[in-house]
């Protein structure tokens, strides 16, 4: 084709379009990949809008993810760097012969966190117009998957969304992403080791092959061999702190608004605000934010957080600590860069020791709407024997963050979070 008939037949088309050109591939001169056309232009689909350099306002990059997307490369590789960390868990828990699950979104009760559910309403075909049936969303799918476990299937684990009716910041989103996995006869010491060996593996190959994960961990100086540091809760609490915590505090379950009041005057003393709402468990969780949180997020490596109080892990198996007259929970919690990843424990296996746990919970709630709720079909299954069993739980889009150095998680978020998705364009 002559050069006067090419200029014609391109003269109109704009950045963006898409085309079909007939020719010979080559490189120029500068060795610049080209097609030296045969053929006019064929014009497949227009582009009605001439693409930008860049988007600089946060606001219009979250309301159009689209363009965002086709103009920032980097923005890309954060999702291909997600596509990456899924592939990752779902062949390492593949490889250990872990079946992978789907499990209800919407039930009557949405249980296994502590959180507050988003309510829906769902029509009854064949009934009266008016009959409706109240569900939830899943904050959680733990009680589905402890299901599975009493079914007979040792080893099971799931991706997938839940929904928490929560408050909305860079590291929060209604909808997000977790990965849980369930093993029959695994201790807290198996769910160690695992999770050491999941999170050193992970980072090791994608430093190799993600290039957007290898800058960001060499830039951070993070390092994630094996094995992580560990700190336990109450006594270090209590050395950060100058106090010792009677039984009767960390065994709040039996003697709770006791341990109120002692807990009350800690925080008039050291001049934290109480949290609202004033519940035992709400008050220890302030303190370890407050004084254990700066530890966990000093660090360079991940830190386990682990031997929390009793009333703090209503779904986990309890122990008598060593040398102590007071429970604690098989459980631990996994911290990088002062982020929770991680949350594990030793499974409540007694359905009447859960049911009781169950019942403290249930008189929190009529203080705190995100104490975790009663299921009576949960505990109906675990009648028929729910093995001593490990589970546990970690957040994507935190861990996604976390790998890539994102410093907000709509940018790990197809799409962007919930503020974005609203009004997207």
């Known amino acids: 084709m002559d050069d006067e008939r090419f200029r014609k037949s391109s003269e109109w088309l704009r950045r963006g379009d898409f085309v079909s050109v007939t020719g010979i591939v080559s490189r120029t001169r500068t060795g610049e990949l080209s097609v030296r056309a045969t053929s006019e232009i064929k014009l497949l689909s227009p582009c009605l809008h001439p693409i930008p350099l860049t988007l600089s306002s946060e606001q219009t990059r979250s309301h159009n993810r689209t363009v965002n997307l086709l103009v920032h490369s980097a923005a890309r590789d954060i999702l291909r760097a997600r596509t990456f960390v899924l592939t990752y868990l779902r062949t390492f828990f593949s490889a250990r012969d872990f079946l992978e699950v789907q499990t209800p979104i919407l039930s009557d009760v949405a249980g296994g966190a502590a959180a507050r559910p988003f309510v829906t309403h769902a029509t009854v075909l064949g009934a009266a117009p008016d009959s409706l049936s109240l569900l939830e969303l899943r904050i959680a799918p733990e009680l589905w998957l402890k299901r599975l476990i009493i079914s007979g299937f040792d080893r099971v684990f799931e991706i997938g969304q839940v929904f928490r009716n929560e408050g909305i910041d860079a590291t ?118 407050y004084y254990i949180g700066p530890i966990l997020g000093s660090a360079k490596t991940p830190v386990i957080l682990m031997n929390f109080p009793e009333v703090l892990s209503p779904l986990a198996k309890s122990a008598k ?105």
């Open 172 to 289: 929060h989103n209604p909808e997000f992403t977790t990965c849980e996995f369930y093993q029959a006869f695994a201790s807290l010491d198996d769910l160690i080791t695992l999770t050491e060996e999941l999170l050193s593996g992970l980072v090791k190959s994608a430093v190799e092959k993600v290039p957007a994960i290898k800058t960001n961990i060499h830039d951070k100086g993070f390092k994630f061999d094996a094995p992580f540091l560990r700190v336990d809760f109450i006594s270090t609490l209590e050395e950060c702190m100058g106090v010792t915590f009677p039984d009767f505090v960390l065994n709040s379950s039996e003697d709770s608004e006791d341990a109120k009041q002692f807990l009350k005057r800690l925080f008039a003393v050291e001049r934290i605000p109480i949290p609202n709402p004033e519940t035992v468990a709400r008050m220890l969780d302030k303190l370890c934010d």
């Open 321 to 425: 600590a060593d040398g102590k007259d007071y429970r604690i929970a098989r459980r631990f919690e996994l911290y990088v860069a002062g982020k929770e990843l991680v949350n594990a424990y030793e499974e409540e296996n007694s359905p009447f020791v859960q049911r009781r746990k169950f019942e403290l919970q249930l008189r929190d709630r009529e203080v705190d709407a995100e104490a975790h709720a009663t299921d009576e079909g949960y505990l109906a299954s675990m009648e028929w024997g729910l093995p001593p069993t490990g589970g546990w739980g970690i957040g994507i889009d935190r861990l996604v963050m976390l790998l890539t150095g994102a410093e907000r998680i709509s940018d790990v978020l197809t799409f962007g979070g919930i503020k974005g998705v609203v009004g997207q364009e």
